[in-house]
């Protein structure tokens, strides 16, 4: 561009600082949900045991399950066509996202309380609080969508920071009572303490009755990232469920602790959506023939990142892991390098995957990861069946480097097709 006849590269430079900031304020957001998440864990493993947490992580891969459902139909659409636009109509879109997770926590809370109370015992108990808590965690998870839609990551910083606050006299209050229950009660409390201060921020109140517009309108991507993400999901619930009935609960327990170990990282997974598909979508409008290379780079570090933290874990002394994890340790411990391997293997996926997201290439994006959870269940159940619990960690690692190969294959033909077919909506068939 030129101004006076003089060159200027201002909006190149501006562009580049703000993409920075929009990064940064993502890592600094994971950074929070990270440290309450290894945090909840961490006390709970601690404050419970290997069998009551092993209950409590059954609760938490449910928790999943139903967050896919509320990001499929609500925030992925939102962060697929809204990130980047005028601010009027991001606030709309916005309010009718959070009231689709607010609706989605309420009716999927409800049939969690009914299973749970029908169920019994001490882990019908915990499912039955999880349902009281999840529109809560839900509407606190849409916001930080809608924040990073809107550019605005330092907000859903904040949000999760405020979250993270509540959660400390919170856990403290659960481990005086000392119950599966409590704990699920102080972390889904706190998140709807984290939910409501998202309103005062955004100064948007969710619109529930908006959802059914919402849905319709958005059909055509909702469906299938409903399915994508509770094929993801389901996975885990799945491979944890059958786990627990293969080799026992208590296994459950010692995979959910090493993939405590890995913390920085699984969080950074689970969430990061909030940040690279806005980003591959603005890399997408601005510089499409850049896209493949910005997926690249962004799980080629995801990986490298993984191998290198859990090659420190390795050299984590036995006295501070139990400091750490109490019991679970010396049985998770053994768990360190499979569990990296997947890690490392699921970040370099979601490289691709954010592409296909951003290209709106959600044929393409779904046959991607159902083949990585039937590959997901398969390798964690027949690894549980042939060698216990470290054979079901040696079959998730296999399994998650297999997907991650699928998603980058995907990525590749969609990129080729594009110019051919630039309207992608509805992905490649």
């Known amino acids: ?21 929009r990064l940064s304020w993502g890592l600094a957001d994971q950074a929070a949900s990270s440290l309450s998440n290894f945090a909840v864990g961490v006390y709970v ?41 005028p601010e009027a109509s991001w606030r709309g879109a916005a309010a009718r996202a959070s009231g689709t997770a607010l609706g989605v926590g309420a009716a999927l809370g409800a049939v969690s309380v009914v299973a749970g109370l029908g169920l019994g015992g001490r882990a019908g108990l915990a499912f039955a609080c999880l349902g ?29 920071v405020v979250w993270g606050v509540a959660l400390v006299p919170a856990l403290v209050v659960a481990a005086r009572v000392g119950s599966v229950a409590a704990f699920v009660l102080a972390w889904g409390g706190s998140a709807a303490v984290a939910a409501a201060y998202g309103c005062f921020q955004s100064g948007i109140r969710p619109r529930a009755s908006g959802a059914r517009a919402w849905l319709r309108d958005h059909r055509d991507l909702g469906s299938r990232y409903l399915v994508e993400n509770v094929s ?17 609960v208590g296994a459950v327990g010692v995979i959910r602790g090493a993939e405590l170990l890995l913390g920085p990282f699984m969080a950074v997974l689970m969430g990061l959506s909030l940040v690279t598909v806005a980003e591959a979508a603005r890399v997408l409008r601005r510089d499409p023939h850049r896209l493949g290379r910005f997926c690249l780079l962004l799980g080629g570090a995801q990986a490298a990142a993984a191998l290198l933290w859990g090659t420190a ?51 393409r994006s779904l046959r991607s990861q159902l083949f990585a959870s039937v590959c997901y269940v398969g390798g964690g159940l027949g690894g549980a069946a042939a060698a216990g ?24 033909s969609a990129l080729r097709e594009r110019p051919r077919n ?8």
């Open 1 to 21: 561009m030129t101004t006076g006849g003089k060159q200027t590269t201002a909006p190149a430079g501006s562009a580049k600082r703000a993409l920075a900031g």
């Open 45 to 85: 493993a601690r404050s419970l045991g290997v069998t009551a947490f092993g209950v409590f992580s059954l609760a938490w891969v449910t928790y999943g399950l139903v967050l896919n459902v509320s990001r499929g139909l609500g925030t992925d659409p939102l962060m697929v066509r809204f990130s980047g636009v």
């Open 132 to 160: 009281v808590v999840l529109p809560g965690l839900l509407l606190q998870d849409a916001w930080r969508f809608a924040f990073f839609a809107a550019g605005t990551g330092r907000k859903a910083f904040v949000n999760d």
């Open 232 to 248: 993801n999901s389901g996975a885990a619930q799945l491979r944890a469920y059958g786990l627990g009935a293969i080799v026992g």
């Open 313 to 363: 874990l390795l050299l984590v002394p036995d006295r501070l892991g139990e400091l750490v994890l109490g019991g679970v340790w010396s049985a998770a411990a053994e768990l360190i390098v499979p569990v990296t391997l997947g890690v490392a293997g699921a970040g370099l996926g979601t490289g691709a995957a954010a592409g296909l997201r951003a290209l709106g290439a959600a044929g």
């Open 389 to 412: 619990t470290v054979g079901s960690a040696w079959g998730v690692a296999a399994a998650t480097v297999c997907g991650s190969a699928v998603w980058w294959l995907h990525l590749r």
């Open 422 to 429: 630039p309207v992608s909506e509805e992905g490649t068939s």
